[in-house]
Each structure stands twice: as C-alpha cells, then as structure tokens.
C-alpha cells in the first residue's frame, strides 16, 4: 500500500506562484505515472496533469497547460506541482495519486494523499 503526502498549498493572489510535493512511502514509487487532480467545492474532482515513472513526458489538462509543470524526483519518491501564473478559478483541493489504467480518470488511480489547499484570491 502506498502512502501519500501532499504539501506547499497556501494562498496567494491571482498572478502568484505555488509549488506542491507529493511524498511517497511503500511500493515502488520510480515504477509509477503519478497523477495531480484537483476538487472544487461542488464539483467533481478534475485532472490536472500526469507524469510517467521514467518522467520523459508529461500530460496536462488543456485549463493549465503552460502555467503549471510536473516533476519528479525517483531518489526522493517525490512528485512536483509548480504552478504559475495562478487564477481564481485554479481554487481547490489539490491531491497526487497513483495512476491506474489511465492517467487522467479519477476512478483508475488506486491510491490519494489527503490533498492540499489552494485558495487563490483576485
């Protein structure tokens, strides 16, 4: 069973810059796409980007693509979320996951951290 821990989210004005960690612990992290998804109050929870366990290539969701950029780190079991560029409408609870068979459905990953705030005012 895999462990994961989300941190970095705050709040910061429109046009701000975050940075989010997702530390893993159990399982194998450098053999894993790991996922970012967000949930808004009301809504359903949203793909935001995903990253490969080789992390040669990323996946975005098209509403923050060029703002926001995913990384990993095999040898710190970490996955990154920089985000830039902020807006309003990017206001939710952030969460990594582990992907399952595809890496932008919410119901395939079969592991979450508990999330992370991110509150972005105009």
């Known amino acids: 069973q895999v462990h994961l821990v989300e941190s970095g989210g705050g709040s910061v004005q429109a046009g701000g810059s975050l940075r989010l960690s997702c530390v893993a612990s159990?399982?194998?992290?450098?053999?894993?796409?790991m996922g970012w998804f967000r949930q808004a109050p009301g809504k359903e929870r949203e793909f935001v980007g995903a990253i490969p366990w080789h992390g040669g290539r990323t996946y975005y969701a098209d509403s923050v693509k060029g703002r926001f950029t995913i990384s990993r780190d095999n040898g710190k079991n970490t996955v990154y979320l920089q985000m830039n560029s902020l807006k309003p409408e990017d206001t939710a609870v952030y969460y990594c996951g582990v992907a399952g068979s595809s890496y932008y459905l919410a119901e395939t990953y079969n592991n979450w951290g508990q999330g992370t705030q991110v509150t972005v005012s105009s």
């Open positions: 159990g399982g194998v992290f450098s053999s894993y796409t």
